[in-house]
């Protein structure tokens, strides 16, 4: 059973359109982090989250804004979507005493 | 300002041949040194892991070599299968609640048989 929910699997957006990407970790873990991946950037660091508190923010930017309503929920709210932002969007978590950081399996936007 | 390097970015070797692959960081506070690995259409994963009080971990086929003092490190594939043949992250960290993973550009290996 997957640990990490990511909804939806596939997105297909309009130019100019807003889209949230949803994700909620099982783990049980209180660090929580989104990813993106293209051909341009692969396995870019977007933001990360501990205890619901914004830790570190490496977006330039402000149309990403992560949402964070329950402790085990991460979600990423996209505005004024550009076809530059198509990509596989990864949540991750990582546990307080635990070094590993475990992926979802993405969500992959694709801007028209 | 990328953190983390990679080479090479793809690495094709026979099937049985050692794979190797090679990272350097800048940041001296990095203290965890992870390699990950993720075939197409799926989410990067864990393979294995190094902290800098040990310069070397082996699990199975995979060794990472740790060179703190030249700030690199090196994940090494011994006896090389197709089932290898995926692509390949460096990363690094600073252990601690929240504390990001900084990923190199990743290498695509490739063991042919």
């Known amino acids: 059973d997957p640990k990490i929910i990511q909804k939806p699997k596939y997105l297909v957006a309009v130019t100019g359109s807003e889209k949230i990407l949803i994700c909620e970790q099982y783990?049980?873990?209180?660090?929580m982090y989104w990813y993106r991946q293209s051909a341009k950037k692969p396995l870019e660091f977007m933001f990360s989250?501990?205890?619901?508190?914004?830790?570190d923010n490496q977006t330039a930017s402000s149309r990403f804004q992560p949402q964070s309503s329950k402790k085990n929920h991460l979600d990423l709210q996209i505005t004024a979507l550009k076809p530059d932002d198509s990509a596989t969007y990864f949540c991750?978590?990582?546990?307080?005493?635990?070094?590993?950081?475990?992926f979802g399996k993405g969500t992959r936007l694709t801007v028209v | 300002q990328q953190q983390v390097r990679q080479s090479p970015q793809s690495l094709t070797v026979w099937e049985g041949e050692t794979a190797i692959l090679n990272c350097s960081y800048e940041?001296?506070?990095?203290?965890?040194f992870p390699w990950y690995h993720q075939f197409p259409g799926e989410s990067p994963a864990l393979l294995i892991a190094?902290?800098?009080?040990?310069n070397k971990k082996e699990d199975g086929r995979f060794t990472i070599f740790f060179n703190k003092r030249e700030k690199k490190f090196s994940l090494h594939i011994a006896d090389s299968q197709p089932g290898d043949s995926a692509t390949y992250f460096c990363?690094?960290?600073?252990?601690?609640?929240?504390?990001?993973?900084?990923f190199g550009k990743g290498a695509k290996l490739t063991v042919s048989p």
């Open positions: 989250y501990s205890y619901q508190k914004l830790m």
């Open positions: 940041d001296s506070t990095f203290d965890y």
């Open positions: 190094i902290r800098p009080v040990s």
């Open positions: 991750a978590s990582r546990g307080d005493r635990g070094t590993e950081v475990f």
């Open positions: 990363a690094a960290s600073v252990q601690g609640t929240g504390s990001k993973l900084s």
């Open positions: 783990l049980g873990h209180n660090a």
